[in-house]
């Protein structure tokens, strides 16, 4: 038998095995790097361990701090996460029915998304709202919607996110508003609202007042729910819109997180107690095409959390520790080019949230660079998921990756990386004073303009697009968005309006005043406001009298 | 002379729309290939923009819709540049419009529309191309008092 050469050290195999192999035909690439410009090694392997990694802290527990593994014990052998497809466009009565065709489909929680004007706080009937009406997501403008958005849907029965921010306490009262009427009780729901500020002034751009005085009224949220609505999520802390918006996988991270500290902060200087508030924070990333990257950013995110809210803020209860996220996979990744490769990518990213750790995913239809989704495109994302969760095996043991030599340096490496970057935060006085500076809005944008050259030179190849490009064929079929839409939601505004009592209209509306001005808990007078048929645009207005309005100073 | 002989372009933001990636990217590319760019931020009316381009006397400007807005959006723009009588700017846009809505746009006098995957040298390279000096000996005597 021929004897078999084992290196005995990465030098030793350097010289014997990996030099003949470089002389002879070399590698690919000079560098190698992520979706982001990471650095990354030819090889990994235990010497890259040594030193830091600890098996019983880090291989050993899921289920048990820093979490890096998982928050659950079990994790996807006990629950399966949470199907969760954002949807939402046209009229209230349109996207009512997109949600029964979802739930009939298999999907466990419902995740609405609101048209442009209802996210800027704005009515139907605004003049900044023209040709935006319905088109981006479903436009609500009073109680009278929100009934017929959850008509016939149980809500003690489902849990339903909202991505909705500036004006997210109205909305959040409007659903609190069709539950009692329903008659549910109001600590038996469950779902979330997004209600991140701040990553609106660094990415999302939906913003309506300045930072301090919309921090207060997340908090007033917090507080009402702590002692209102107890298993709703306040806040979900969001890194999704941030990348895409251009950042990098360590900027998702940092700024995501800087944001999340900036809330507990602002909840304890309320005197809240964290270990009621905290639990109830919530998070939520992208899911890029980069496989390893995302599921070691998702890894660190747990294991960083878990630190700052231990040690930082003193949290006592484990639930505080946990970070929960809902993940989506990258719609800026997705190419209008030959539209049915998105399909793949959607699944190599939902494959790598799920392998992350997430708690619920979304996961982009094929046809989402070029119009809003189409049932069918959406049908076909919503049984990705399902072939992953009850086809692939991936979900029948927790952390499949933890202890790879190369998973666990990327988690380590992506942490360190995002701790500097939020070292640097810090010391600018926090993620407020970062935000009036410009920071994190130019590092944002210094990245995606590097992407984008890196794409244009073919240093990074999307496939289809920059390479294996073809004649295009004919394109899908998309959904359309009648105008009539906007005129319809128009008329149904106006009637409304005339048969509301404006008198009651005009009292809760300065109840909401006298509030902002005091310092009032804001939530119950919207509450109250939302019950008497008052619009979005109405209660916004009121409040912007007393907060004022966000101005942005923009970098490119 | 004072002359600036560089084109001038304005990139904006029309509508509630936030999503300012690629604006962002667009106006930076411009400006890196030597033109003079005037980014105008978010959230601007139709109204707004217009006046901004002719105060600013610019030779073209590039708008950014991506909330399928750009049926109303854009033309109403280029109605307000016939009634004040810029109508010689040069229009383009990028954005998420579908196929079937070009004809439209192009209609209304939308000289180009970038779509997703489009690069930022296809961008450089059409406007180099379609985009003249408008009205230079103008704007040297308004630039510069000692010639008028």
Redesign the interface.
């Known amino acids: 038998m021929a004897e078999v050469r084992k290196s005995r050290s990465r030098k030793e195999w350097e010289m014997n095995t990996l030099g003949p192999a470089l002389a002879g035909m070399g590698e690919r690439q000079r560098e190698f790097s992520t979706v982001s410009s990471f650095p990354i090694e030819r090889l990994y392997a235990e010497e890259d361990l040594a030193g830091w990694w600890d098996a019983g802290r880090d291989a050993d527990a899921p289920g048990e701090p820093p979490y890096t593994r998982g928050i659950h014990p079990t994790m996807y052998r006990g629950k399966l996460w949470t199907m969760r497809q954002f949807s939402g466009f046209g009229s209230a009565a349109d996207t009512n029915s997109r949600y029964h065709y979802l739930l009939e489909h298999g999907q466990m929680g419902l995740s609405v998304a609101f048209d442009l004007p209802t996210l800027m706080g704005r009515d139907s009937d605004d003049p900044l709202a023209e040709g935006e009406v319905g088109r981006e997501g479903v436009a609500i403008d009073t109680l009278a919607d929100m009934e017929c958005l959850f008509d016939r849907i149980p809500l003690d029965r489902v849990s339903t996110s909202m991505t909705i921010n500036s004006p997210a306490s109205i909305l959040f009262a409007m659903y609190l508003a069709v539950a009692e009427k329903q008659g549910v009780p109001l600590e038996k729901l469950e779902g979330t609202i997004q209600n991140d500020i701040l990553k609106e002034y660094i990415a999302q751009k939906e913003w309506i007042y300045p930072p301090r005085p919309s921090l207060r009224i997340i908090t007033d949220i917090m507080a009402f729910c702590a002692e209102t609505v107890p298993k709703w999520n306040t806040i979900s802390i969001s890194g999704y819109h941030i990348r895409e918006a251009g950042a990098t996988a360590v900027q998702e991270l940092a700024f995501t997180l800087a944001d999340g500290i900036c809330y507990v902060q602002a909840g304890i200087e309320v005197g809240l107690d964290v270990d009621v508030f905290a639990p109830r924070l919530s998070f939520f990333f992208n899911s890029h095409n980069d496989f390893f990257e995302e599921i070691a950013k998702m890894r660190a995110a747990r294991r960083m959390w878990a630190g700052l809210m231990r040690e930082r803020f003193g949290a006592k209860n484990p639930a505080s520790w946990k970070l929960r996220f809902h993940t989506q996979t990258a719609g800026c990744s997705l190419t209008a080019q030959q539209p049915y490769n998105n399909i793949v990518r959607v699944t190599v990213q939902a494959l790598a949230a799920v392998l992350g750790g997430t708690q619920s995913l979304h996961t982009n239809s094929l046809d989402e660079t070029l119009a809003l989704p189409t049932e069918e495109a959406v049908r076909i994302a919503l049984r990705t998921q399902q072939i992953l969760a009850e086809e692939s095996g991936v979900a029948n043991t927790v952390d499949p990756l933890g202890g790879s030599y190369f998973v666990e340096t990327l988690t380590r490496r992506i942490e360190e990386e995002a701790a500097a970057l939020m070292e640097k935060i810090e010391s600018m006085g926090g993620i407020i004073p970062a935000i009036e500076a410009g920071f994190p809005q130019k590092a944002i944008a210094d990245a995606s303009y590097r992407y984008q050259q890196q794409v244009d030179r073919g240093e990074k190849t999307i496939v289809g697009m920059n390479r294996y490009q073809i004649e295009e064929e004919e394109p899908v079929e998309t959904l359309r968005i009648p105008i009539e839409v906007e005129l319809t939601q128009k008329k149904r505004l106006a009637q409304l309006r005339a048969s509301r009592d404006a008198r009651r209209v005009g009292r809760s509306l300065d109840t909401i005043e006298r509030a902002a001005r005091s310092g009032g808990n804001l939530m119950p007078p919207i509450l109250q406001a939302v019950r008497d048929y008052a619009t979005v645009g109405e209660i916004c207005t009121t409040m912007k009298r007393v907060f004022g309005e966000y101005r942005e100073v923009s970098v490119f | 002379m004072t002359t600036d002989s560089r084109i001038r372009i304005l990139v904006g933001k029309v ?7 690629g ?3 667009i ?3 411009l400006r890196d290939a030597g033109f003079e760019v005037i ?5 601007q ?1 139709p109204e707004m923009i217009v006046t901004t381009a002719i105060q600013e006397d610019v030779d073209a400007m590039g708008l950014s819709v991506l ?3 750009h ?3 854009f033309p109403r723009v280029l109605s307000l540049l016939r009634e004040k009588g810029a109508e010689d700017i040069v229009v383009f846009g990028g954005g ?1 419009v ?3 809505d070009m004809p439209g746009l192009l209609a209304a006098g939308v000289k180009r529309i970038f ?3 489009a ?3 296809d961008v450089i390279e059409w406007v180099r191309e379609n985009v003249p000096h408008r009205r230079t000996e103008e704007r040297n005597h308004g630039t510069d008092p000692a010639l008028r």
């Open positions: 509508g509630l729309d936030g999503h300012d990636r604006a962002k990217i106006a930076r590319a980014y105008t931020g978010l959230h009316t909330s399928g807005a049926n109303t959006l998420i579908p196929q079937e779509t997703p995957g690069s930022t040298s």
